[in-house]
């Protein structure tokens, strides 16, 4: 909807840079989130492209989504972070 749309537009979900701007005005995380996750629900119903399984439940992953992991670098050797 347009409602979204301006919810998700660049002026909203930009990120307050000086203590001029405390962002008072913006919408908070939970609110775009939750709009996003709206959006992509309803665009993903009527996708029509490359033919990739959008019902995939990752589920099983949720508990590693608490840790900072990245798959950057060698595999072999051990990180520096």
């Not at 962002?23 to 996003?36: C, Q, R, V």
């Not at 490359?50 to 992991?69: A, D, R, T, V």
Request: cysteine-free; charged content about 30%; proline content about 6%.
């Amino acid at each position: 909807s347009d409602e979204e749309e301006a919810m998700l537009s660049p002026e909203m979900v930009r990120i307050p840079i000086d203590d001029e701007d405390d962002g008072a005005n913006l919408p908070n995380e939970s609110d775009i989130l939750a709009t996003y996750d709206k959006l992509l629900k309803r665009k993903s119903s009527v996708h029509f492209g490359y033919p990739y399984n959008l019902m995939y439940n990752h589920e099983e992953l949720y508990e590693f989504m608490k840790y900072s992991i990245n798959n950057l670098g060698d595999p072999f050797i051990t990180s520096n972070y």
